[in-house]
């Protein structure tokens, strides 16, 4: 089991950059696939971005191009780099953990979640 906890998000305006960071329980971190998820007000959780454990990475159309994900094994750390953000980027962003070494996109193929950090662009 993995627990996890994000940080870094905060009030940007827009064309600004954000990293989010999340911070995993458990010293089996290398072994799951990470993923980014957000819900904004009224919206469903909808997929970010992920990153297998063999550091191949995937994004949502929406954000390929402004958004990187990165991990780091030694620190037991999973990172999204937001850069040229926009209004619509506006949510809340988990951080999501599952095991074996495929990526997935949906909600239900991430067994463990944070519980969040808001990210919120002015425009």
Known sequence: QVQLVESGGGLVQAGGSLRLSCAA???TFSYYTMGWFRQAPGKE???????ERSGGSYYADSVKGRFTISRDN????????????????????YCA??????????????PY??????VTVSS
């Open 25 to 27: 329980s458990g010293r």
């Open 45 to 51: 959780r909808e997929f970010v971005a992920a990153i």
């Open 74 to 93: 030694a620190k037991n750390t999973v990172y999204l780099q937001m850069n040229s953000m926009k209004p619509e980027d506006t949510a809340v962003y």
């Open 97 to 110: 953990a599952r095991g074996g070494g495929l990526f997935g996109v949906g909600v239900n193929e991430y």
């Open 113 to 118: 979640w944070g519980q969040g950090t808001q």
